[in-house]
């Protein structure tokens, strides 16, 4: 497999670290290691605290695999790889331990679900963020719920359906996807550590408490996003979705 997902625990701070060589984008074998990785984590007694990254100073993440949408051939199997981002967001939803987001640079699609999905965000001005999918004939179902929650109905509304504009850090961060911008990685990664060292000494039963307060209402989410995934299924197999992503990648 190309890419990997690791987790390293220090002092209570459980850090999830995704990588693919491809602008850290997400193939159905990394989204299912995310998924299972976040609720180890969550189970894991050692671990106070998670922060969620990935590898390098370039892409936080480039969201669905080009290559493995391509080779969709039949409903289940869209479905299938659709429902990988599900089952991630949903690990998160479902995780007891908060979730610290670290996003260094730019978010597609995938990776916008996956900042929208973390309790707490925090990333650098060079972190603009784009839901690209209307672009290449689907759109931001499974994942939108997870933004939707983080920035509203209107921001939503904006990013998915103007799909082709990337919308800066700044603007993220006034949508509420986003809890602070800073200048540089290292300022970023400063401030995680700081606020992760608090949570890491802070009560776990008044966090779990919390965490399930913050996600209220989502309980149903299970069945959405199942439901979601099947949308994008379907639609990955049209002419239209499989011209638009050989035009994107022969760009």
């Known amino acids: 497999m190309n890419g990997n997902v690791n987790i390293d625990i220090n002092k209570g701070i459980g850090t999830i670290t ?20 976040i609720t180890r984590a969550g189970n894991n007694e050692e671990v106070k605290v998670v922060v969620l990254k990935s590898e390098g100073d370039r892409a936080f993440c480039a969201g669905a695999s080009f290559d493995e949408l391509i080779a969709i051939e039949d409903f289940e199997t869209g479905k299938t790889f659709f429902s990988g981002f599900a089952k991630v967001i949903n690990a998160a939803r479902k995780c007891p331990k908060l979730i610290i987001g670290r996003v260094q ?121 199942d439901e979601r995934a099947g949308m994008s299924g379907k639609l990955v197999l049209s002419d239209f979705t499989r011209n638009a992503i050989n035009k994107f990648k022969n760009k």
């Open 105 to 225: 640079d730019k978010a597609v699609g995938g990776g916008v679900g996956l900042a929208g999905a973390v309790d707490y965000c925090l990333a650098t001005k060079f972190a603009s963020v784009k839901l690209s999918e209307l672009a290449i004939g689907i759109g931001p179902f499974v994942v939108g719920p997870a933004v939707e929650r983080k920035i509203g109905v209107s921001a939503m509304s904006q990013m998915a359906i103007n799909a082709t504009e990337w919308q800066s850090a700044e603007w993220a961060k006034e949508k509420g996807l986003y809890t602070e911008v800073y200048e540089t990685v290292e300022e970023m990664d400063e401030a995680i550590q700081v606020l992760t060292d608090k949570l890491a000494s802070s009560n776990p039963e008044a966090m779990e408490l919390l965490k399930k307060i913050f996600w209220e209402g989502t309980e149903h989410w299970d069945n959405l996003l």
């Open 18 to 37: 995704f990588f693919h060589p491809q602008s850290n984008s997400l193939p159905g074998e990394i989204l299912n290691l995310l998924a299972e990785t």
